[in-house]
């Protein structure tokens, strides 16, 4: 990895020190710089968990990722910056789906002074900055979040209600690198998973978050919520890149498939 590039990606001049302060600054900038965006996924293009494609993708070509890309691009990049960073598991729902969900999330743990702490930048609508392991509720920059324990050896986060899934859990033991590829595969592949069921975009902004999913744009702020519904594929084209900084033109392919799915679920409601 060249560290200077990634940290000019994220919009940093300097090279932050392996503190808890350091962290807070990279934690926010990353999400604030780069987006989570399954279009890769939606196209048919395959996504991995080598460091080596995730960095081209998300650094060279100015892309975003999903989980795996994010955190593994983000935990590479606290490596080489000093971090105390291990890989770990996430299960998002797994208070609904149970051990199946196991590893279809990627999370980070980082060993500070000030104790252990869950970086996690491959959420989408989590919170901005690394959080504490202890039981709790806290906020993160107007939305509301708390932590409990979810059983042997693992934690659960629960997300603000406004976001999305209401909920994932983490075990904070390394990873098991092949459970992590194969989730990433099956994700990317089973008509079941809703990575490809549906487009999803999500970026963080310093007054909220921008979530897009199919046709609708989401903007949530403390205050409130805004929605829009995009009414073309030159619309979506163009929302991706003025609002999740995203120049995918390949994107208007997957507008037939976006209107098929809306309608689908709007009409199940």
Not at 21 to 44: C, F, K
Not at 107 to 135: C, M, N, Q, S
């Amino acid at each position: 990895m060249d560290i200077d590039r990634y940290l000019a990606r994220i919009g940093l001049k300097t090279r932050p020190e392996p503190t808890l302060r350091g962290l807070t600054i990279l934690h926010s900038a990353h999400l604030l710089a780069i987006p989570y965006e399954n279009l890769d996924v939606q196209l048919g293009r395959p996504v991995t968990i080598a460091r080596e494609p995730i960095y081209e993708k998300l650094v060279e070509r100015g892309r975003g990722g999903w989980c795996y890309e994010m955190n593994g691009l983000f935990g590479w990049a606290l490596g080489e910056l000093g971090f105390d960073v291990r890989r770990a598991t996430g299960s998002v729902m797994r208070e609904t789906a149970g051990e199946a969900s196991n590893g279809n999330h990627l999370v980070l743990r980082v060993e500070l002074p000030e104790g252990l702490f869950l970086a996690d930048v491959g959420f989408g609508d989590g919170p901005r900055d690394a959080i504490p392991v202890r039981i709790g509720a806290f906020a993160s920059h107007g939305f509301d979040f708390s932590v409990a324990r979810a059983g042997e050896g693992w934690w659960r986060l629960h997300n603000d209600p406004r976001g999305g899934a209401s909920s994932f859990d983490f075990n904070l033991d390394a990873a098991d690198e092949n459970l992590l590829a194969a989730k990433c595969e099956f994700l990317q592949s089973n008509p079941a998973s809703p990575f490809v069921q549906n487009l999803v975009c999500q970026r963080h902004t310093r007054t909220g978050l921008s979530i897009l999913r199919g046709r609708v744009l989401k903007k949530l702020t403390p205050k409130g919520t805004s929605e829009h519904l995009i009414a073309s594929a030159d619309e979506l084209v163009a929302t991706l890149k003025s609002t999740f900084a995203l120049d995918v033109p390949h994107a208007a392919s997957l507008w037939p498939a976006i209107c098929e799915r809306h309608d689908a679920v709007f009409a199940q409601r």
